[in-house]
């Protein structure tokens, strides 16, 4: 069912592009844009991973990150853009890792495996994120000088999930899924004066998957980035941001289910543009 709106999003991106394409001056060149960055911050919530989606498989809501020994989450990940006239195609991949050692104080259930209180467990999870878009520039004059770029677009996210811990006496989860969501963005560019080598940057993005509860799954996020500029070519920023996920298989009866909040982050990238 995720293909459906998936073909109709590319279809809907590869008209407006050969529109774009047909009305616009063969002299305007495509543009292009590449930016990787590295996030930190703290991370809260829990996993629930039961088997088959057995009532009484896994215990609710649980193990958190907290017992899990995961206060702070990190992503890695890489951005790039193609821009023609006012229109735009964006890509974007990214690892988030969900890592941590701790001591169970209370007995626990998950996948079937039972770990009783004391238990050392380690965790090695991590959320790989994937996202493809397309965008419509809108220039909002401000002045002699300044312009606020806006980019509103639509397009789809994928999140594949690898949750895995284990403890010292032998028990072991292992639990893969692999949701994915039409998602909304909207982009803003803001430069101060049109030769300044400040700028100010953000984004507010949701992906809701249609159907009801319990299984809905959503990736709600915003942030905000101000950028150095060196020249045309690129620069370096700093960004900060927030991002809550709700993630869900379809069991019938008990979801295999995360829940994580992240941020507000504190982050670093690059910007290369030819």
Known sequence: MARRPLALLL????????SACSSRARS????????????????????????????????????????????????????????????????????????????LTEDLTSQATFFPAGTAIDTDSAVDWLQAHYQYRVDVPMGRCDCLKLWPGVGYKWASLHHVFEGDTGGRVSR??????PNVLLDWEWRPR??????????????????DEPRRNQVIEVLGRAHYDFGNRGGLFLETGYRDVVLR??????????NLDFGPWIGLGGEVRF
């Open 28 to 103: 305007e060149p495509l543009k292009f844009g590449v930016r990787p960055f590295a996030r930190t911050g703290p991370g809260d919530g829990y996993w629930q991973t039961p088997r088959g989606g057995a009532p009484g498989s896994s215990s609710a809501r649980r193990p958190t990150f907290k017992e899990a020994g995961i206060t702070n989450s990190q992503e890695y990940g890489l951005d790039a853009h193609v821009d023609w006239g006012h229109h735009r195609l964006k890509i974007g991949a990214s690892r988030q890792v969900l890592a941590g050692d701790a001591t």
């Open 176 to 181: 893969h899924h692999a949701p994915g969501m």
């Open 11 to 18: 279809c809907m991106a590869a008209i407006l592009a050969c």
């Open 194 to 211: 049109s030769r300044g080598h400040l700028r100010f940057s953000g984004s507010a993005a949701a992906a809701i998957t249609t159907g």
């Open 249 to 258: 298989d379809d069991q019938p009866r008990l979801q295999n289910h995360l």
